[in-house]
């Protein structure tokens, strides 16, 4: 089953308040997405521990409800 692209922008909008979300669907089927995801709460931590925040905010959806989400993360300017 796919996951609509505005359950993975809510998700990690709980869970990183005051974070910008930009979701592309990339084969248009509701299961390959693209994520870039901009939070203050990234400020300080590697990369790996930044994406690590984003798919904790999945839920474990990961592989399930989402089959594949390219993600790119940033701290603001």
């Not at 998700?11 to 870039?36: F, Q, R, S, V």
């Amino acid at each position: 089953m796919a996951m609509p692209a505005s359950e993975i922008e809510r998700l990690i909008a709980e869970a990183l308040p005051g974070c910008e979300i930009t979701i592309t669907d990339l084969a248009g089927d509701g299961d390959h997405y693209a994520a870039h995801v901009v939070a203050p709460q990234f400020a300080g931590k590697m990369r790996v521990a930044q994406h690590k925040m984003v798919y904790e905010a999945l839920g474990g959806r990961m592989g399930g409800e989402l089959h594949a989400l390219q993600l790119t993360t940033a701290v603001p300017k």
